[in-house]
């Protein structure tokens, strides 16, 4: 029995988060008794265009491989426009399932995402409430990561919903 091959689209796969990611999209596939093909350069695509740059982005172009069973697209880890829409476009022609990882909606991709906002405002309205805390501190991830800037959003719902005071001093990026 054939065996199914995942291609997980992503980009700057040497972040952390990242990395983490993948490593938990490999164990899942192991479960399933599914292959996975990472198509990632291994070079950051955020400088000028150069040959490493265009070598690099000749990986996505296995996405057209017709031994690709679906695909896995974390566009969060794509700094550039450009690529980002040249994958979205390889995919598409592919006519194949592809499952975007919190990636918001698309016409043609399903989707993945999760609610790390409501979550955060949940832990602390219970905080608050539950254990009467009147000044708290929220510890979250890298600034620029989505996840990271939607708990700061949930915890910051929570504080305004209560009355609290909460500035810039009151939170902390961090790295998850």
Request: charged letters at 25%.
């Amino acid at each position: 029995m054939k065996k199914l091959l995942i291609g997980v689209v992503t980009s700057n796969i040497v972040k952390e988060n990242a990395s983490e990611v993948i490593q938990g999209i490999i164990a899942q596939a192991y479960k399933c008794k599914c292959d996975v093909a990472i198509l990632s350069p291994l070079n950051n695509l955020q400088t000028i265009w150069n040959k490493h740059r265009e070598t690099g982005l000749t990986v996505y172009q296995l996405i057209s491989s017709p031994r690709f069973d679906g695909f896995i697209f974390d566009k969060r880890y794509i700094d550039n426009p450009e690529i980002e829409k040249l994958c979205e476009s390889l995919l598409e022609k592919t006519h194949k399932t592809v499952m975007m990882v919190d990636g918001g909606k698309h016409k043609f991709f399903e989707n993945t995402s999760s609610d790390d906002r409501k979550p955060f405002e949940e832990l602390t309205t219970h905080l608050i409430e539950e254990h009467g805390l009147k000044k708290i501190y929220c510890l979250t991830g890298p600034e620029d990561n989505p996840d990271a800037q939607e708990r700061l959003k949930g915890y910051q719902d929570a504080m305004k919903a209560h009355g609290l005071y909460y500035d810039q001093s009151y939170w902390q990026h961090g790295d998850f």
